[in-house]
């Protein structure tokens, strides 16, 4: 059996081989060659544990696309590469603050900001750390205030999600109903995507149907999100990037109070946001959190890791959070922990991507969650069975819901980067 050391020798080799020019880490090397947004995030986790320059660098790199609005966009392209759809040409006139950045249009779950949080924690010494969180601390502000400023609707703060892609959760279940009502984008589009993995592990020709209809739409909308609802069918309060927003907003106001300033975003509107991240999003009945159909008002009858996500912002307490763990546990009997669907929803395949394979990163969200709760039994637990999972199959990007074969792209970033901090112990309170 690889002991912990070959492991981490073997991460940070994967880490190593898709550092790009030391300016940033391609999630892997054929599928996903531009810098992605929460990809980053993860990436500057393991980085700190070898290099803690390299880990500032990422998120520092991954800044420079930051749009004059605050959004930090999903994809921040790099020029020299051209085989990966949808290209720069799908997101026209997109507000970059530095002239030359070539970016996306939309956004990912905002990891970044508690992801800055942490790697300024791990700094060599507390002047750099400061010194760091001083140098990025504004711009990872306005990243957070873009959704509340941007991204709400009516008189709900919960964050708005307007594009699969942005939920991170590309081909969930959650997401076809919007599928299924057969839009199209007015051009042809190509795909690389299945050229590089078995396309029966990616999402189908009817999903990237939607996703490029979505990209039109975002765009001719000017990324304006009350433009965009007006002609939509697809509009979420998503339970992953709610619960994501609100991590990052409360280590966001720690780094603040270690910095003497203001808080990021005040108690009161942080009361009010988990008060309607409960009201909106919580399903008695199956003991999860949902997401919700903006345009209906209704939740969405789908069970998914989403629904434990709150255990990872700290919206739960603890035995709120080990009795939904549980019931996840029960319901998923048989997967390995834990599926990205539960095996008892319609659209459920232990092979496709977010359809049911298990990832490290949102078993990796939640052991953070479950360490802070205090439920450290659960904790390592989850940490041991994600160690294995990635021991025996390699750094893929997901695993089989039933066998944990590895699927999809392969040398996968923050596969090794999350795991090399979970062996340095992260599934421990780091604070
Ligand atoms: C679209 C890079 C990204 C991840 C997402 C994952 C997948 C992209 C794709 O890869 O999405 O953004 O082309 O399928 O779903 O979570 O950030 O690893």
């Known amino acids: 059996m690889t002991s912990h050391q070959e492991l981490l020798r073997r991460a940070e080799q994967v880490l190593r081989a898709n550092d790009v020019g030391g300016a940033y880490t391609r999630p ?27 880990a500032a660098r990422e998120i520092e790199t991954l800044l420079l696309g930051q749009w004059t609005n605050g959004m ?3 994809i921040r392209y790099n ?14 006139d997109v507000p970059v603050r530095r002239p030359g950045q070539i970016t996306s249009g939309i956004t990912q779950p905002y990891v970044l900001a508690s992801a800055s949080y942490r790697v300024g924690m791990l700094a060599p010494d507390v002047p750099s750390r400061r010194e760091w969180w001083l140098n990025v601390y504004d711009s990872l502000v306005e990243a957070l205030l873009y959704f509340p400023n941007h991204r709400t609707t009516g008189d709900s703060p919960l ?5 699969p892609w942005e939920s991170g959760l590309d081909n969930s ?3 076809d109903f919007a599928t299924g009502q057969g839009r199209r984008p007015s051009r042809p589009y190509r795909r690389v995507d299945t050229t590089i993995v078995d396309p029966s592990a990616r999402p189908t020709g009817r999903d990237y149907d939607l996703y ?15 433009n965009y609802l007006r002609r939509t ?7 992953l990037f709610n619960a994501a927003w609100y991590r990052s907003a409360l280590d966001l106001n720690r780094v603040a109070a270690a910095l003497g300033r203001v808080p990021a975003v005040r108690q009161a509107a942080l009361a009010e946001f988990r008060g309607a991240y409960h009201r909106t999003l919580w399903d008695g009945a199956v003991g999860l959190f949902r997401d ?13 890791i989403a629904g434990l996500m709150a255990i990872y912002a700290g919206l739960v307490d603890a035995a709120q959070a080990a009795r939904m763990l549980a019931r996840y546990g029960e319901r998923s009997r048989g997967c390995l922990p834990l599926p990205s669907t539960l095996p008892d929803q319609e659209g459920f395949d232990p092979v496709k991507y977010w359809r049911g394979p298990v990832w490290v990163n949102t078993n990796w969200m939640l052991i953070q969650g479950l360490a802070d709760l205090g439920l450290h039994r659960e904790a390592a637990e989850l940490t041991t069975r994600t160690v294995d999972l990635v021991r025996a199959a390699g750094f893929h990007e997901y695993f089989h819901a039933y066998s944990g074969q590895g699927v999809g792209g392969g040398d996968f970033t923050w596969s090794a980067a999350l795991v090399i901090d979970l062996l340095h112990g992260s599934g421990s309170r780091l604070r």
């Open 72 to 74: 930090v966009p999903h």
């Open 79 to 92: 020029p020299e590469v051209t085989d990966y759809a949808p290209g720069p040409e799908w997101w026209p």
């Open 159 to 163: 964050i708005v999600v307007v594009h």
């Open 28 to 54: 892997s090397p054929r599928l996903y060659p531009h810098q992605w947004n929460w990809d980053s995030a993860f990436a500057a986790l393991g980085w700190a544990r070898l290099d803690w320059a390299r």
């Open 233 to 239: 069918p697809f509009a979420v309060h998503d339970a």
């Open 292 to 304: 919700r159909d903006v345009l209906t008002g209704r939740l969405i009858p789908t069970d998914t």
């Open 173 to 175: 279940p959650r997401w």
């Open 212 to 226: 490029m209809y979505l990209v039109e739409l975002f765009a001719s909308s000017h990324y304006d999100l009350t």
